[in-house]
C-alpha cells in the first residue's frame, strides 16, 4: 500500500476517512482530490500513484456518507455547505494550504466553494466534467442512481446496473466496467450494495436545493484569477460542450481539454487527461 490511511473528526465528530499519498521526495504540489457525488478516495487510486511517484503529495478524502468515513443520520447534512466545512477540518488538520483541487463533478464545485469560504486553501483548480450550467436531465438519472440501494447477487449483475445508469461511457472495456463496479460497491450479508448512503438522494429530491442549482456562475467566477483546467469527456450528458466552450472565454487563467470517447465522466487515467494534468502541475 503506497499511502497512508487517516481518519480526521468533522466538526460534529463524524469520522471520515482519507488517504494521504506521501512521496519519498516532495518536491511538488500538494493535490487535494474531490469526488463526484457518490464516489470516493478509491476513484483517484492510479492518478494519485502516478502524482505521488513524480513527487506530488496526493490527499484523496471520502465525504460523510460515502467509503470508509461515517454515514449521516441526517440526510439533510448531505449538503455542500457541510461537505465544505468537512473539508476545511481535514486540510486544517493536515496543516495544508496552498493546493491544486482534482474536482470531479461534486469536487468540481466543492473547489469552487472553497475558493470563496476558504481561498488560502486553493491554489489552483482542475475541474472534471462539471461546470456551472447542471443539465437537469443528467442530474435526474444521477439522482436515480443515488437512491437506488437494491442488493445485487454478484459484480456482474452491479455492471448491469452501472451500464443502465452510465449509458455515456461509450468506450468502457469489460474490465472498465468490473473496476467500476469493485470501486462503487461492497459486499454485505452476501450481497453487493452502493459504497454510499442513499439517503445523498433525499438531499437531492428536495425541491428547496433547487434555486441553488439554478445559476452556479457566479460561484465559478470566484476562481478568479487561479490557474484553471477544465476537462470534459466528449460524450458526457451531464456536462454539456456549450457550457465547456462558454467557461473557457469567462476566466483569466483557465484552459480546456475534452476527452474523446469518454462519457460523464473521466477517470483521469487517459492518456490525454494524466499528461494535461501533470503538464499543468508544473505551473
Given amino acids: 500500500m503506497n499511502y497512508q490511511e487517516k481518519y480526521i473528526s468533522a466538526q460534529d465528530d463524524l469520522q471520515l476517512y482519507l488517504r494521504d499519498y506521501q512521496p519519498k ?52 447534512n448531505y449538503h455542500p455547505k457541510t461537505y465544505a466545512s468537512d473539508i476545511f477540518h481535514v486540510l486544517s488538520a493536515l496543516n495544508v494550504h496552498g493546493c491544486v483541487m482534482i474536482g470531479t463533478s461534486l469536487g468540481g464545485i466543492m473547489s469552487m466553494v472553497l475558493c470563496i469560504s476558504a481561498p488560502g486553501l486553493v491554489r489552483s483548480v482542475i475541474l472534471n466534467d462539471v461546470g456551472p450550467d447542471l443539465d437537469e436531465e443528467g442530474l435526474s438519472q444521477i439522482i436515480a442512481y443515488t437512491g437506488d440501494k437494491e442488493p445485487v447477487a454478484d459484480l456482474s449483475c452491479v455492471v448491469e446496473k452501472l451500464k443502465k445508469y452510465h449509458q455515456d461511457n461509450v468506450n468502457f472495456s469489460d474490465d472498465d466496467w468490473r473496476i467500476m ?25 428536495d425541491t428547496g436545493g433547487t434555486e441553488e442549482r439554478e445559476n452556479l456562475w457566479p460561484l465559478f467566477k470566484s ?13 458526457s450528458s451531464v456536462f454539456k460542450q456549450a457550457t465547456f466552450k462558454k467557461m473557457l472565454t469567462i476566466l483569466p487563467n483557465i484552459s480546456g481539454l475534452e476527452i474523446a470517447n469518454v462519457g460523464y465522466a473521466p477517470t483521469l487515467e487517459e492518456v490525454d487527461a494524466e499528461k494535461a494534468i501533470i503538464k499543468f502541475l508544473e505551473v
Fill in 181 to 205: 463496479a469493485e470501486k462503487t460497491h461492497k459486499m454485505e450479508k452476501g450481497h453487493y450494495i452502493p459504497n454510499w448512503d442513499c439517503a445523498i438522494a433525499d438531499n437531492l429530491k
Fill in 25 to 76: 521526495n516532495f518536491t511538488g504540489q500538494i493535490v487535494v482530490c474531490l469526488s463526484g457525488l457518490t464516489r470516493n478516495s478509491n476513484d483517484f487510486s492510479g492518478l494519485a500513484s502516478r502524482l505521488q511517484s513524480i513527487g506530488h503529495r496526493v490527499i484523496c478524502l471520502d465525504y460523510r456518507g460515502r467509503g470508509k468515513s461515517d454515514y449521516d443520520t441526517n440526510w439533510t
Fill in 223 to 235: 476562481i478568479g484569477n487561479r490557474p484553471t483546467l477544465v476537462l470534459r469527456g466528449k460524450e
